[in-house]
């Protein structure tokens, strides 16, 4: 599976923006699929996960109430809606494709190149 991130960008604190991820090589349908992130200087830390139904989605604590994931299985597309953003979610983020257990903790298995998030105060 390949996964092509895109949508990041420059937003000024409280403004939202998109991010996409599309796969190619083979179908997502089976697959969790997830977000996670990574600032200067910092580990990469999980943002949101979704089933592969769609059914269900998880959330880090600091996200909740502000960024949406879904999905669309027939493009092989997985979104993360961002609004209300902070100086804080300033990152790197990067999809992932892979298992999603009922704890909600998710282990990729494959990882899209990146796409910058920087949200100026």
């Known amino acids: 599976v390949q996964l092509q991130a895109s949508g990041g960008g420059l937003v000024q604190a409280g403004g939202s923006l998109r991010l996409s991820c599309a796969a190619s090589?083979?179908?997502?349908?089976?697959?969790?699929m997830g977000w996670f992130r990574q600032a200067p200087g910092k580990e990469r830390e999980f943002v949101a996960a979704?089933?592969?139904?769609?059914?269900?989605?998880y959330y880090a604590d600091s996200v909740k109430g502000r960024f949406t994931i879904s999905r669309d299985n027939a493009k092989s597309t997985v979104y993360l809606q961002m609004s209300g953003l902070k100086p804080e979610d300033t990152a790197v983020y990067y999809c992932s494709a892979g298992k999603l257990d009922f704890s909600g903790t998710h282990r990729p298995d494959y990882w899209g190149q990146g796409t910058q998030v920087t949200v100026s105060s």
């Open positions: 979704i089933r592969w139904s769609g059914g269900d989605t």
């Open positions: 090589g083979r179908t997502i349908s089976r697959y969790a």
